[in-house]
């Protein structure tokens, strides 16, 4: 029976007494049985939720006979939208919170609806990672196909490159867009072999999907087959068997539509989608092609439509430049072998790798002895009478070698720029005697140049380095890409394991029958879900499972859940490293004999699973059990909608002393290391330190810290009160705001039987915890009234009376003789007060030295800083 204090917490919170169980399937409301795997006894309290008559739904006590309702739920106002009850055993609904949610139903002729409860706030980033996943999809996705074409026409001949090449340009510049939106808002469309093939027709997109089954799961490259025409490209994604995505890149030119090929994905079937045609460049927009040898002209499109020729000509080898790369260095690299030591602090440049384009120095091959070093990079700009001018300068750490790669570099070489090295005396750096191969030359100063430093031109003794630079575009397109695969393995993805479409018919399996499914998770996760279609109720154990490469297997994890009739969606929250197979085993779970259409692979073995189980590879039957693996974000925001963030850890300070008389720091502490949401019940706990700034801590409970309240929200959160105060705060102090708190005079002083105790105060003291130990000004000490001295812990002595100096008009006046004192530990105490000429002086002491006496000033209202100590 709960606390009567208890009690009203949970009224006037919208929270229920605890349940014990939570239904996971449709039952009889009557007699013994087990929910949720737990035998249930009279007297217990359940939730039932799964009522196939969801007027039946609610919370019930357990007789032998006939179930009720129970008392505190047996009314609209008591079953109202919004509150909540928690769980506290159970094979899946252990320490989940459940709330209601139909506005004031009519109890027996309402639909009453309960789901797991998620607060708002995750509730919101949940829906915000979901939306971060599909928009990171897309970008992956159009990343990759820019970056492939971008490294594909790089080494293509101009006549291949003009299909592709300025679609590079144009699909790195709206790397997020999904195709549609992306051709629709280009203005220039690209580079087409011909008028004829640009205002001709091209692939624009694709109809409705069907997507299919079967498939390897993955993304791969589309394939057309048929109709008249050549030229285009594109990607298309495989999820869970099925097509879910296409995306075409390159339009090419059509006269009749060819038909979309998925072969790439090994198994899938049944897959299909139209292609759609339409106009490659519209009226209004511009294109390139070619109008003699290695030199591009652009051309509008007017009504007719027509190609007209805009006279802008363009190399063919400057579009090249921007896509493609190139490696500049004409002597061998082999450090000591055949290889001098440069000794001098010159700068060595090769004039090839001068460009009119800017480029990206993408990786650097130097001559370079047995130990790592560094180099330094010198980028300077051509002028027109040969001099350089310094553009910027780099050191990059050099690794050891004869032939020492130093890759991965992004360095801005900007257009009409030369790039040279310089030693720097960590490392050997070598250079070859003789003449620089091929006839060419270097070029050479004796320091970092400045503004229009003269060079000097040299035809022998070559430096040992070359450079790969990388078109502005091409680069642009392959740092987008790598951004979305960082992107995809921050946010996590979603793998659906298993047969797509369950149900419970077909052949139960034996007793300890286990089978491990053949697709291991693509990161560290979670299985966050799994779905078996079953017969009746009984028990099965989920796995995580090491595949050892020789038909054995070895057990990392065991879980148990309980099976009903039905398919059952099962959330759960299983840790799952990278390479690791999901797995069920226990029997009772239904398969269809000899019928597997998708060829899904299993490891099976008739026999309990344990470390070292000798299992073999079958794609005979269809298991009806399906997982859901998530990674990343994904994965959290899974696990927070299903409970196991914020809706466990329910039971963790149930020793902890509600009185505040025992400490309960340990508990604490103990309770935030061992969940990320600890409920803190109803009670006043006495604390040293809050732990993790109270990261996860919620519940109607109240910690003080030190004798000071610590606020934590009544409702799991992502975040704790103490840190979100203070940032906001934060914001106001950098912009030297005044802030007006408002209440009237109840609000102002209700419950407050001293200045420490004002709910201002409280707030000061929240916001300040373990930063200082601040007390609101002292704003009304007229000894009348409600709010004298003593309110604030303050005594007088001698005469005193009331005047109406101040900011606030409300002030004590100290007659001779008179004083006022209190105690307390400050770092400062700031005093203000208004001395009128010929009224005598004030004297002022603290820590029991002898009296301070400011000196005489106008009769103003004034203040004194008085620097005090503990």
Not at 465 to 491: P, S
Not at 675 to 683: Q, S
Request: hydrophobic share 40%; with cysteine.
């Amino acid at each position: 029976m709960a606390r009567p204090a208890t009690a009203a917490v949970r009224l006037l919170t919208g929270e229920r007494e605890p349940v014990r169980l939570a239904t996971t399937a449709n039952i009889l409301l009557h007699g013994l049985q087990a929910i949720d795997g737990v035998p249930c006894e009279v007297g217990d309290r359940v939730l039932v939720k799964h009522q196939a008559d969801q007027r039946q739904n609610g919370i019930y006590t357990v007789s032998e006979g006939e179930w009720f309702r129970a008392a505190d739920a047996r009314t609209a106002r008591t079953l109202q939208k919004g509150t909540t009850v928690h769980t506290q055993v159970g094979s899946v609904n252990a320490g989940r919170v459940f709330e209601f949610s139909a506005d004031e139903p009519v109890v027996g002729s309402d639909a009453i609806a309960i789901a797991p409860f998620v607060p708002p706030d995750i509730a919101e980033v949940v829906e915000d990672v979901e939306s971060l996943r599909d928009a990171t999809q897309v970008l992956k996705d159009a990343t990759e196909a820019s970056a492939g074409q971008a490294a594909a026409s790089a080494a293509s001949s101009v006549a291949n490159a003009g299909q592709t090449a300025a679609d590079v340009v144009t699909t790195a510049a709206n790397l997020a867009s999904a195709q549609a939106a992306r051709d629709a808002s280009l203005y220039g469309k690209g580079i087409f072999p011909t008028t004829t093939a640009a205002i001709g027709f091209g692939i624009v997109g694709s109809g409705a999907i069907t997507a299919g089954a079967g498939g390897a799961n993955g993304t791969f490259d589309l394939a057309f087959t048929g109709g008249a025409g050549s030229g285009a490209a594109g990607r298309f994604v495989v999820a869970g068997g099925a097509l879910t995505q296409i995306l075409v890149t390159a339009p090419g030119s059509y006269t009749v539509a060819p038909a979309f090929s998925f072969a790439a994905s090994a198994g899938l079937a049944g897959a299909a989608a139209a292609v759609v045609l339409g106009t490659n460049v519209a009226v209004g927009q511009y294109f390139w092609t070619e109008v003699s040898s290695g030199v591009l002209g652009l051309y509008t499109v007017a009504a007719g439509p027509v190609a007209v020729d805009t006279g802008v000509r363009a190399s063919a080898a400057e579009v090249i430049a921007l896509i493609g790369s190139r490696t500049v260095g004409p002597v061998a690299i082999a450090g000591s072998v055949g290889g001098t030591m440069v000794s001098n602090s010159s700068v060595y440049y090769w004039p090839g790798s001068l460009s009119t384009v800017d480029e990206f120095l993408s990786s650097v091959e130097l001559g370079f002895g047995a130990g790592s070093g560094t180099i330094h990079i010198v980028f300077a700009h051509v002028e027109g009478d040969g001099t350089l001018t310094l553009v910027s300068e780099q050191t990059i750490p050099v690794v050891a070698g004869p032939s020492s790669v130093n890759s991965g570099l992004s360095i801005l070489k900007p257009a009409g720029s030369v790039m040279g090295l310089q030693r720097t005396g960590a490392g050997t750096w070598y250079y070859r005697a003789g003449a620089i191969p091929n006839g060419e030359s270097e070029w050479f100063t004796a320091a970092v140049p400045t503004s229009h430093t003269a060079k000097t031109i040299g035809f022998t003794n070559g430096p040992q380095w070359k450079a790969t630079f990388t078109g502005e575009v091409g680069t642009k397109a392959r740092a987008a890409y790598d951004t979305a695969n960082d992107l995809v393995d921050v946010v996590g993805t979603d793998q659906a394991v298993g047969w797509p479409s369950l149900v419970n018919t077909g052949t139960n399996t034996p007793a300890n029958y286990s089978v491990v499914m053949q697709t291991p998770a693509p990161a560290d996760g979670y299985i966050t879900e799994v779905d078996v279609g079953a017969s009746g109720s009984g028990a099965a154990n989920i796995h995580v499972i090491q595949y050892n490469g020789d038909l054995t297997v070895n057990v990392i994890s065991t879980h148990q859940i309980t099976l009903a009739n039905g398919v059952t969606e099962i959330p759960l929250s299983i840790p799952i490293a990278a390479g690791q197979y999901p797995a069920i085993s226990g029997g009772g779970y239904r398969f269809q004999n000899s019928v597997n259409p998708q060829g899904i692979p299993a490891w099976i073995k008739a026999a309990a699973l344990s470390n070292g189980a000798t299992v073999a590879s079958s794609t005979q039957h269809r298991y009806e059990v399906a997982f859901t693996i998530k990674t990343g974000l994904i994965a959290d925001a899974a696990r927070a909608l299903s409970g196991d963030t914020q809706n466990t850890g329910m039971s963790l300070l149930a020793d902890a002393d509600p009185n505040g008389v025992v400490d309960a720091t340990a508990l604490f502490a103990s309770a935030g290391a061992a969940h990320p949401n600890p409920y803190v019940p109803p009670g006043s706990f006495a604390l040293t330190a809050m732990p993790k700034s109270g990261d996860g801590f919620w519940g109607p409970g109240k910690p003080f810290v030190g004798g000071r309240r610590f606020f934590v929200p009544a409702r799991p959160s992502l975040f704790n009160l103490y840190d979100g105060f203070r940032a906001k705060m934060a914001e106001h102090i950098a912009n030297n705001d005044v802030l007006c708190l408002i209440a009237d005079s109840i609000g102002h002083w209700a419950l407050a039987s001293n200045g420490p105790a004002h709910w201002f105060n409280r707030v000061t003291q929240f916001a300040n915890l373990g930063i200082s130990d601040d007390e609101p000004g002292m704003t009304a000490l007229r000894p009348s009234s409600t709010y004298t001295p003593a309110f604030y812990g303050v005594t007088t002595s001698g005469t005193v009376s009331t005047g109406t100096r101040g900011p606030l008009a409300e002030s004590i006046i100290l007659a001779d003789g008179a004083a006022l004192a209190f105690t307390g530990a400050y770092e400062q105490v700031d005093v203000h007060y208004t001395q009128d000429a010929g009224q005598g002086s004030l004297d002022f002491a603290f820590n029991g030295g002898a009296p301070t006496r400011p000196s005489m000033l106008p009769a103003l209202w004034r203040s004194i800083n008085i620097p005090a100590r503990p």
